[in-house]
């Protein structure tokens, strides 16, 4: 049900999707039966758990997450939970979907703060991700030194770089540049064994092959990924096709997971076409056979 | 002697200039006199003043500025301070010319902190301004909503909009929406009669009409406009033509004025070229003959 153009939209991607399914995945949707078509019912890999309440997009996350207990993201957080399902994926209320995540299957033990994560299409090829992306407004040094780590895993094992380069997201190269969050996130992240840090990198850097791992602020990072969608959307408004820039689509990779939880689950965004859902669960799909969680938690442990 | 491609590119500019000069204005030159060609040097509305240290890009502001008294940039400043000159532009070290503006003609009295202020081009045509975009990395409340005060009466008199639209940059629309330095920055700006405030903008909303002068603290700004010249450089490099897309080029508009200090000051670009240093002085012209820093002097009285 999440989502600006759910139920439709979110039907059509689990279809598209449904054509090439792994034997091994049983897909289960959360929602109004009612609202499925017998061919997705009838299909052998896939379930359906009828829900009766939607959080809708302007909805306070933790009220309605606690308050609605029979929505999609509630039922489906508690699934999550029991084990019934091995990850969780939705392209509704982006705060519901964190505060489900941190209340239900918690965060890794050793994790400060979870972190939205977004992948970034590099001009040479391939993808980087930053994080956070909108999920700590506030953050601390050790918290940013985290999510160094954190994208550190998600590059190696999922999107299979050696050696990720770590980056600090800062306003010079030079290391007493920034302000006072970076200035001491860079001290620790030198100093430490664990993260391959390559120093800071400018706004100028993000799609360039300094870094593969780009650590920000959710604050930082939420306003660099938006003014990075909206550049996407002015190039397709005026109807130029590059192959470099057709990348920036965000329906590639279909959504952002959330790191530092207990269990895979993925934000989708809340224009998510049929395509990008179906990129949304074959992501979801790829946090699981990567054992990147249980990666993760050895790393914190 | 300032940017990376001076004298040459800089000299180059004054010629473009010196074919349209306003009869009204003399250009007053700081640098190598020997490199000056004739043409320029005999010029009737041209003086150079020779200086014989340069503050190359790469130096500690504030150490170099007050060590290398016969810099081109201290030398200017000083000029500026006592007179001699009313307006000064230099596409050189940013740090120095932000400090020697700080040092010799101060902050206008009641302005907290001057800001880099950097013109954004609107989808549907015009400029809007976007400050601080590097001068303060760590900004309280107060100073921001005075970034929004300078921008207004910037827009106002130097973009001639009658009542400029205000924007506070942020991670949503709601005003409980931010870090907690936006949270407590909208609600003074809120309260205050003063200000022009049409609430927060977000990433995606750069370069759309809903705001006409964005406030964002330094750090913040400084990565947005980096982010935004990458773009800018990635379209040209891949050979993008699109009429919106070429007024991101900063050559257009040739630099960024330091709003709050007693007398006018622009920065250039640091790669600036002939059209750049042209566009540059004729800003600097500009905001002579507005008479803004009077009445950002009188608004703040």
Redesign the interface.
């Known amino acids: 049900m999440g989502g600006d153009l759910a139920p439709k939209q979110v039907l059509d991607g689990v279809s598209l999707l449904l054509e090439n399914l792994p034997d091994d995945v049983i897909l289960v949707l959360y929602g109004d039966k009612s609202s499925v078509d017998l061919s997705i019912l009838s299909h052998k890999s896939v379930e359906v758990v009828h829900t009766t309440q939607v959080i809708e997009m302007c909805q306070h996350p933790a009220k309605a997450f606690q308050s609605l207990t029979d929505s999609s993201i509630t039922v489906g957080f508690q699934h999550l939970k029991q084990g019934k399902i091995d990850a969780f994926a939705g392209a509704g209320n982006t705060g519901a979907m964190l505060v489900g995540g941190m209340y239900t299957v918690k965060t890794i033990p050793g994790v400060i703060r979870p972190a939205i994560t977004t992948m970034i299409p590099k001009?040479h090829g391939g993808y980087g991700v930053m994080l956070d992306v909108?999920a700590n407004?506030?953050c601390r040094p050790d918290i940013l030194l985290q999510f160094g780590l954190l994208g550190q895993l998600y590059a190696k094992f999922m999107l299979n770089i050696e050696t990720p380069k770590i980056g600090l997201?800062n306003?010079g190269e030079e290391e007493e540049k920034?302000?006072?969050l970076?200035q001491a996130t860079h001290k620790i992240m030198k100093e430490t064994d664990s993260l391959n840090f390559i120093g800071n990198i400018?706004?100028?850097?993000?799609?360039n092959d300094k870094a593969d791992v780009i650590v920000c602020?959710?604050?930082?990072g939420?306003?660099?990924?938006?003014?990075?969608?909206?550049?996407f959307?002015?190039l397709t408004k005026?109807k130029?096709k590059?192959e470099?820039?057709d990348r920036f689509n965000y329906e590639d990779y279909g959504g952002s997971p959330i790191l530092g939880l207990n269990k895979p689950v993925i934000i989708g965004h809340g224009m998510s076409s049929p395509v990008a859902i179906q990129n949304m669960i074959k992501h979801a799909i790829g946090l699981c056979k990567s054992s990147l969680i249980e990666k993760i938690a050895a790393e914190f442990n």
């Open positions: 001009e909108g407004s506030d997201m306003i920034g302000n006072l970076t400018e706004g100028r850097d993000l799609f602020d959710g604050f930082v939420n306003i660099i990924l938006k003014n990075t969608e909206s550049f959307r002015l005026r130029i590059d470099f820039f």
